[in-house]
């Protein structure tokens, strides 16, 4: 039965929290349109006109996910960004960082991407652009539960199959964990061990992981030198599942 699992460390599937955007654009009209069609697709948007401002409220704030402007008065979006990553204390340096620009030629697109950027987007774009770069965000992860009972329970059908999945499901993050450094340097095989995660990662409603898992998965396969963008994110999951696990064999 699925009050075996114990209830403060295996959380309920809740309504995922609304996501929040912050748009730094120095135009008038790109600005409008960003934080207009995020909000129609069910973000919270603020904005600001300059890369200091966007690095002050990123500081202060937890956002989501970023649109930042390649050139804009103060700092454009790659000194934002760098100052956020390099920051510890900003509230927003791990979050998803999208650059946008009326212009942009490959050397540039390949620079920011390997500036830890997870996208860059051509202006003037369109809602279908914006629902993509949504999908990198993933609006709801932060708030999926680390385990899920519902899902596990209906994928495997019985509560003590569950908890044995469970078991071995640790012992195969913990490996993983110890194995990160060397799988930085080997996108290939960390797409591939990604790839026999997430089917674990469903067996066990590890949600929020699998979440995190398809993410990384998919940036690894763009094959340029920012693809590990997400790993923190990721490596963060990744540690909440193995506590979260933990307190069941406890």
Same mark, same amino acid.
């Given at each position: 039965?699925?009050?075996?699992?114990?209830?403060?460390?295996?959380?309920?599937?809740? *309504?995922?929290? #609304?996501?929040?955007?912050?748009?730094?654009?120095?135009?008038?009209?790109?600005?409008?349109?960003?934080?207009? &069609?995020?909000?129609?697709?069910?973000?919270?948007?603020? &904005?600001?006109?300059?890369? +200091?401002? *966007?690095?002050?409220?990123?500081?202060?704030?937890?956002?989501?996910?970023? +649109?930042?402007?390649?050139?804009?008065?103060?700092?454009?979006?790659?000194?934002?960004?760098?100052?956020?990553?390099?920051?510890?204390?900003?509230?927003?340096?791990?979050?998803?960082?999208?650059?946008?620009?009326?212009?942009?030629?490959?050397?540039?697109?390949?620079?920011?991407?390997?500036?830890?950027?997870?996208?860059?987007?051509?202006?003037?774009?369109?809602? &279908?652009?914006?629902?993509?770069?949504?999908?990198?965000?993933?609006?709801?992860?932060?708030?999926?539960?680390?385990?899920? %009972?519902?899902?596990?329970?209906?994928?495997?059908?019985?509560? %003590?199959?569950?908890?044995?999945?469970?078991? +071995?499901?640790?012992?195969?993050?913990?490996?993983?964990?110890?194995?990160? %450094?060397?799988?930085?340097? %080997?996108?290939?095989?960390?797409?591939?061990?990604?790839?026999?995660?997430?089917?674990?990662?469903?067996?066990?409603?590890?949600?929020?992981?699998?979440?995190?898992? #398809?993410?990384?998965?998919?940036?690894?396969?763009?094959?340029?030198?920012?693809?590990?963008?997400?790993?923190?994110?990721?490596?963060?999951?990744?540690?909440? #599942?193995?506590? *979260?696990?933990?307190?069941? &064999?406890?």
């Amino acid at each position: 039965m699925l009050n075996t699992l114990p209830s403060d460390v295996l959380r309920a599937s809740a *309504a995922p929290e #609304t996501a929040r955007a912050l748009v730094a654009d120095d135009d008038p009209a790109s600005r409008l349109f960003l934080v207009e &069609a995020l909000r129609s697709l069910g973000l919270e948007a603020r &904005a600001c006109n300059d890369g +200091l401002a *966007a690095i002050a409220l990123a500081h202060d704030e937890t956002f989501d996910l970023l +649109l930042l402007d390649c050139r804009m008065p103060g700092a454009g979006a790659e000194q934002v960004l760098a100052a956020l990553r390099q920051d510890p204390d900003a509230l927003s340096s791990d979050c998803t960082a999208v650059a946008t620009s009326a212009e942009m030629d490959l050397a540039e697109r390949q620079r920011l991407l390997a500036a830890e950027f997870s996208e860059v987007l051509l202006k003037p774009c369109n809602l &279908a652009d914006l629902r993509r770069i949504l999908g990198l965000v993933q609006a709801g992860a932060a708030a999926l539960p680390l385990l899920d %009972d519902a899902q596990a329970i209906a994928t495997m059908g019985d509560a %003590d199959v569950v908890n044995a999945m469970r078991t +071995l499901l640790r012992v195969e993050l913990v490996s993983l964990y110890q194995d990160l %450094d060397m799988l930085r340097g %080997d996108p290939e095989a960390f797409a591939e061990r990604l790839h026999r995660l997430r089917s674990s990662c469903g067996f066990c409603g590890a949600a929020a992981l699998a979440t995190q898992a #398809t993410l990384l998965q998919r940036h690894l396969k763009l094959g340029h030198s920012g693809s590990l963008a997400p790993l923190s994110r990721f490596s963060k999951a990744l540690l909440a #599942t193995i506590e *979260a696990l933990a307190g069941i &064999a406890a």
